[in-house]
């Protein structure tokens, strides 16, 4: 998502943070399959580190994704009830989970992102106006 926004000159105006629902690998790196397949796409995750939602992340941003149903509910319980409106699931679909699978598994997985970010952009480049031109007077 942060290379998508960079390209398309978007990554001044959003923040973007990954956060899982359970504190199973926290402050680890991703999984060696997933660092691989996304380093052959030209990303580099290697400084990600795992960490779980907090309290904050439904005050601090305007979206909440989850990448499936069971994560959403779990957003759900976990929201405070004012802030529900920013919880979505990140696409029209469950994003498998790729860990008990194979590499074809991890590559369809980071497919899907792609394409779900790809969606993301472009419903957030209607919302985020550009910034001002310099060196022009109004």
Known sequence: MRLLLKMNGMDAHIEVDSAGTHDYHTVN?????????ARERGY??????????????????DYVLAMDTSHLHF??????PEHHR??????HCDVPDPY??????????LDLAEEGARAWIT????????????????
């Open 29 to 37: 790196q991703p999984d060696p399959r997933t660092l691989k397949a």
């Open 44 to 61: 580099d995750l290697s400084r990600l580190r795992a960490r779980k939602v907090v309290q904050e992340d439904f005050f601090r941003f």
């Open 75 to 80: 957003l759900r319980r976990a929201c405070p």
């Open 86 to 91: 920013k919880l979505s699931l990140f696409m």
């Open 100 to 109: 008990y699978g194979n590499a074809k598994d991890f590559e369809h997985v």
């Open 123 to 138: 419903l957030l480049q209607t919302q985020v106006a550009p910034p001002p031109p310099t060196g022009h007077k109004c």
